[in-house]
């Protein structure tokens, strides 16, 4: 992955085949967990709090001649603010977008009334659809059965997949049917290639991960995090700057902390994912700023991968 918007893939085995399967679901039903399964790296970033995925971020991995590129979208829920209405429409229309759909439901969580209703819509897709039951390491088998049964009784899906994100079971099976499904096509990206995401973007999807982990009580969803520099240096690290936008002074005192300490351990813990991520030492400085009402701007929701009139 480079920090790149350009793509070049590589000679690819002969007969190959390859597609766009987005994955859609509830709030923390596991997409992103998922998507960082399949791919054996890190793609979306994953907290506890819900509608951590705002845009449409792809990852991608390669299963015999098979090139699989999964949409992660955002979590699909009631919206209220014009942020979470950009959403929700991104969401579908990534839907719509892809090849092939594939449902995830968190089987602890069941059929919740916000499921059902995904369901209602989804039964209405005219792509193909797959059933993904997650977190399947949570729930008795009788359970997984009834809840099979139950969501195959209100859309037509082509197939039930049964996995757990964070123990990897089913995902070997469930990889290797996806990549059965897939059209003959020359594939999109390159063999290495996991992520259609510039270096830059996930950098500030890295830092914006730590900063809702540590304050995901005490911050408003409302915040946002930008690269506005990534310099290459001459001993070969890079020097990264990122600012952090909150909607009021209150909130630029929690990211700072006494002393600055809230954002020190912010960064620390964000340099080595990015280090990791761009393979070369790193640099990170943060700033926060305040920006009332940065949900509003245009400009924002463009940096973020959202169209502002979605809202």
């Known amino acids: 992955m480079t920090d790149s918007d350009t793509n070049t893939p590589e000679l690819a085995p002969p007969d190959t085949r390859a597609g766009f ?3 859609i679901g509830a709030p923390n039903a596991g997409k992103s967990t998922l998507v960082n399964a399949l791919t054996g790296t890190k793609v979306s970033i994953v907290t506890h709090k819900v509608q951590t995925t705002r845009a449409l971020i792809r990852g991608i991995f390669v299963h015999g001649n098979a090139q699989v590129i999964l949409v992660d979208t955002p979590g699909i829920f009631a919206p209220k603010r014009h942020l979470e209405r950009a959403m929700v429409k991104t969401a579908w229309r990534g839907a719509t977008d892809a090849d092939r759909v594939a449902v995830i439901i968190d089987a602890k969580a069941g059929l919740t ?54 123990t990897g079971s089913g995902l070997e099976d469930f990889k290797k049917r996806l990549g059965g499904e897939m059209m003959p096509s020359p594939w999109f990206y390159s063999e290495d290639q996991v992520s259609d995401l510039p270096l830059r973007a996930l950098a500030a999807e890295i830092t914006r991960e730590k900063l809702m982990l540590r304050l995901h009580q005490e911050l408003p969803y409302r915040s946002t995090v930008e690269t506005t520099q990534w310099k290459s240096l001459k001993d070969g690290s890079v ?35 990015i280090a990791e991520a761009a393979d070369t030492p790193v640099h ?22 959202l169209d502002f009139s979605d809202g």
């Open 21 to 23: 399967v987005a994955l």
């Open 113 to 166: 009334e916000e499921v059902r209703e995904l369901l209602k819509r989804a039964a209405q897709i005219r792509q193909p659809c797959d059933l993904v039951l997650n977190k399947i390491d949570l729930v008795p088998r009788e359970k997984l059965l009834e809840l099979a049964q139950e969501a195959n009784s209100l859309v037509n899906f082509e197939n039930t997949y049964m996995v757990s994100a964070t």
């Open 239 to 273: 020097r990264i700057e990122q600012t952090i936008y909150v909607e009021r002074e209150s909130q630029r005192k929690i990211v700072l902390g006494e002393k600055g300490q809230t954002i020190k351990a912010i960064g620390a813990s964000a340099r080595g994912e």
């Open 284 to 305: 990170l400085f943060l700033f926060v700023k305040v920006r009332e009402n940065w949900s509003q701007d245009p400009g924002r929701y463009r940096e973020i991968g």
